[in-house]
T-cell receptor, first 112, second 114 residues
């Protein structure tokens, strides 16, 4: 158990809909990262938050947004969903400084 | 931009032999790298790291080598075991401060054949 909790584990929704993925980081970790892993693809960095503030952006679509709340949990919002958005979405957390990131088990999103 | 490349999508090795997984990088800010292992339907798990002050780091059967001049690192698994079959990701840890951006390579799928 990495200590990072992602909910839900599975999500099936229709094209055009909006979903919210939730991540609770490890206790004390201030950084939260979101990654997307499409079929047969590597991990694509989407966005990072640190203590409530956006710190880095990767290949995140404009239809996607994220935020980190005062209790440090984070949400990734995906809207106007397309079939190609079907993927595993991972959240990871780390402490400040020289530490490795710990991943949650992911949310499998299927857009039909 | 930081880039991490793993040019071998897959690798098969006999049980008991050495597995060598390679990784090349560009534009790393601090030459600090991580290796992750990922089983199907699970999140990646941290395996081993190496920082720029070292050219080798060892943890049990796993050793990572860093060649800064060649911008290359490799993960050696000796001896390989069937349970090592997984996808291995090399990652650039990014900056040393709290502003960090971990960039992953595409991964290498390792199969250890009994």
């Amino acid at each position: 158990d990495s200590g990072v909790t992602q909910t839900p584990k599975h999500l099936i929704t229709a094209t055009g809909q909006r979903v919210t993925l939730r991540c609770s980081p490890r206790s004390g970790d201030l950084s939260v990262y979101w990654y997307q892993q499409s079929l047969d693809q590597g991990l694509q960095f989407l966005i990072q938050y640190y203590n409530g503030e956006e710190r880095a952006k990767g290949n995140i679509l404009e239809r996607f947004s994220a935020q980190q709340f005062p209790d440090l949990h984070s949400e990734l919002n995906l809207s106007s969903l397309e079939l190609g958005d079907s993927a595993l979405y991972f959240c990871a957390s780390s402490g400040g400084g020289f530490t490795e990131a710990f991943f949650g088990q992911g949310t499998r999103l299927t857009v039909v | 931009d930081q880039q991490v490349k793993q040019n071998s999508p897959s690798l098969s090795v006999q049980e008991g032999r050495i597995s060598i997984l390679n990784c090349d990088y560009t534009n790393s800010m601090f030459d600090y790298f991580l290796w992750y292992k990922k089983y199907p339907a699970e999140g990646p798990t941290f395996l081993i790291s190496i920082s720029s002050i070292k050219d080798k780091n060892e943890d049990g059967r796993f050793t990572v080598f860093l060649n800064k001049s060649a911008k290359h690192l490799s993960l050696h698994i000796v001896p390989s075991q069937p349970g090592d079959s997984a996808v291995y990701f090399c990652a650039d840890r990014g900056m040393k401060t709290s502003y960090d951006k971990v960039i992953f390579g595409p991964g290498t799928s390792l199969s250890v054949i009994p």
